[in-house]
RNA sequence: GGUGGGUUCGUAUAACGGUUAGUACUCAAGAUUUUCAUUCUUGCAAUAGGAGUUCGAUUCUCCUACCCACUACCA
């Protein structure tokens, strides 16, 4: 059978979602791209009690910010699609909006005998595996202990039918077969086996909200939006004999689509999957976006924490996977080329927040001087600093910004790096200034600023440059030490830009400036 | 506990069953530079352990160890 690729990325509204969520998106996206097929983006909020405000604005924001967009789900096209359209055909697609369509599935695998009715409340079940673990045992709902409990299998119909007519917190299960092994297919796994009896008799809908499970929800709706492949989280697994067991049950094993269960991102030490904590513990981000929650607390972003979406993309797109090339820098239209699920990773991979960095690093030196001076304004602004106040305006920030480009890993950098250049040091490091504001260095770079600004040259650095290295070698002056001591009056400390770069930046009247508050300050 | 998945330098990964087990990040050293950074060069460092199949195993099989997930009227 010849179909259309259709993808989709399911997220549950609980809260942020999390960059192993944004890769599984991204990796859905790809598979979709590559094929020439669809995204879907839907949303899984049958659970009433775990909803969290705002929590699928962030996913839709945080997916945009990446430019993993889809081509149809509850943002297509930037707004919330609600009826289903000629464009839509399979709206709505957010799951608590097609609660009505669940219910008659359910009933369906009722009335042939792959599903029943059950009748037990929360506490009974509460009661049978507190049990079952006092006896050092593990209570599975199944065909063998149901058979002690309430419901349509055990009950007479006439029981039934009234439990149905005056309860409401009844639920409908999974009748899971006894002793039969299901054979499944994984895409990046490959074959694997589960025998039946180590598995339970799930439930699947929920009269007291009216809510279908995620394994009825998940089955039910990719079916219906025609889903050809679920590329998903390897939290999944152990539930994919069930959904087997369900596509078989509805006679849907023709369309069944085909899975791919990708490995968790582990924290960067230790053990265990990447959680909030880590990055709060670590100093790095797990979120893409930052998000408050309701206690008020911040959690980091990477947007915020000032990583180009594309450079966050691509960084996440070779955790778990590698094109078998040593190109490690890719476009997102390149990934779309290059992707391909079987190089798709088995083991979990543990973040590396240092690369992360240097991606970020590669991508800010590929981006030009123009846009990235455009970034460093409201940096800028924020230390008091407007374009107007800068010689030139954007120009200087231009030049600016192209001879510190490749000092920085963010935009943010360029302030530590090049504050300088726009404002005089009130400061001065005091080891560096013990170490080269001595008499017989400054009085020499006094001398050295006196013959720059006498010098009528070009301005700019290279001249500069030659005036200061002639007149120094010349007089046979220490090199190093003349040079340190001007960068003290410079910058306030021993490290920094080459001095004919400063020089070419601040202009005379600036450095002798400078040169006489270091003096005031340190001493001449 | 049970079930399933996993295991190559510290990390991410490469290697038709045949390589001196490669690359990137990190780290270290050296070179360059007026300092710092950049850049360049070099270096450190791995097939979890044990059987088996094979002329030959990182690669295939089994066992052990360890790690992870799942084991809800959550997703």
């Not at 301005?459 to 001007?486: D, Q």
Request: with cysteine; proline share 5%.
């Amino acid at each position: 059978m010849n179909r259309r690729t259709r993808v989709r990325f399911a997220p549950s509204p609980t809260g942020p979602l999390h960059m192993g969520g944004v890769r599984t998106a991204l990796y859905n996206y790809l598979y979709a791209k590559q094929n020439g097929g669809d995204f879907i983006l839907r949303i899984e909020d049958t659970d009433s009690h775990r909803f969290v405000p705002g929590a699928e604005e962030y996913i839709i924001e945080a997916l945009r910010w990446c430019g993993i967009l889809p081509d149809e789900g509850v943002d297509a096209s930037g707004h919330v699609v609600e009826t289903p359209s000629e464009r839509h055909p399979h709206a709505p697609y957010r799951q608590s909006q097609r609660r009505g369509i669940y219910r008659k599935y359910a009933e369906q695998l009722v009335e042939a005998g792959y599903a029943y009715y059950a009748f037990d409340s929360s506490a009974e079940l509460e009661k049978a595996r507190a049990e079952a673990e006092a006896s050092g045992q593990t209570f599975i709902y199944n065909q063998t202990t149901c058979k002690g409990l309430r419901n349509s299998l055990t009950l007479s119909a006439e029981e039934t039918a009234h439990l149905l007519e005056t309860t409401t917190d009844w639920t409908i299960r999974f009748r899971m077969p006894e002793n039969t092994v299901v054979k499944m297919d994984d895409l990046i796994r490959g074959h694997i086996e589960v025998n039946t009896d180590t598995l339970d008799d799930k439930v699947l809908w929920k009269r007291a909200d009216e809510l279908p499970t995620y394994h009825l929800a998940n089955i039910v709706d990719d079916h219906l939006m025609e889903i050809t492949e679920v590329i998903r989280g390897e939290e999944w697994l152990p539930s994919l004999p069930l959904h087997y067991m369900l596509y078989k049950a509805f006679g849907w094993e023709d369309s069944m689509p085909r899975f791919a269960h990708l490995s968790l991102l582990l924290k960067p030490v230790g053990n265990g999957k990447l959680s909030k904590r880590d990055g709060d513990k670590l100093g790095f981000p797990v979120f893409p976006l930052q998000w408050t929650n309701a206690e008020g607390e911040k959690s980091r972003g990477y947007r915020e924490d000032g990583y180009f979406p594309e450079a966050f993309v691509n960084m996440l797109a070779m955790l778990g996977w590698n094109p078998g090339t040593e190109q490690e820098l890719f476009s997102l239209q390149e990934l779309v080329k290059a992707f391909s699920l079987d190089k798709v990773q088995k083991a979990g991979a543990k973040f590396n927040p240092d690369k992360a960095k240097w991606f970020n690093k590669e991508y800010l030196r590929l981006k030009d001087d123009a846009s990235l001076a455009e970034l460093f304004v409201p940096v800028l602004k924020e230390h008091g600093i407007a374009v107007e106040d800068c010689p030139g305006g954007m120009d200087y920030l231009v030049k600016v910004v192209h001879l510190i480009k490749e000092r920085a890993t963010f935009v943010a950098d360029f302030w530590d790096i090049a504050w300088y250049l726009f404002n005089a040091p009130t400061e001065y490091v005091e080891k560096d200034a013990a170490k080269f504001w001595k008499e017989e260095n400054y009085e020499l770079a006094f001398k050295v600023a006196h013959f720059v600004c006498a010098y009528d040259g070009p301005w700019e650095k290279t001249s500069i440059e030659s005036a200061l290295e002639e007149y120094i070698r010349g007089n046979e002056w220490p090199m190093g030490k003349v040079m340190n001591c001007l960068r003290l009056a410079l910058t306030g400390s021993g490290s920094g830009l080459g001095i004919a770069d400063i020089l070419s930046f601040i202009g005379k009247d600036e450095f002798l400036r400078r040169m006489e508050a270091a003096g005031a300050k340190l001493g001449k």
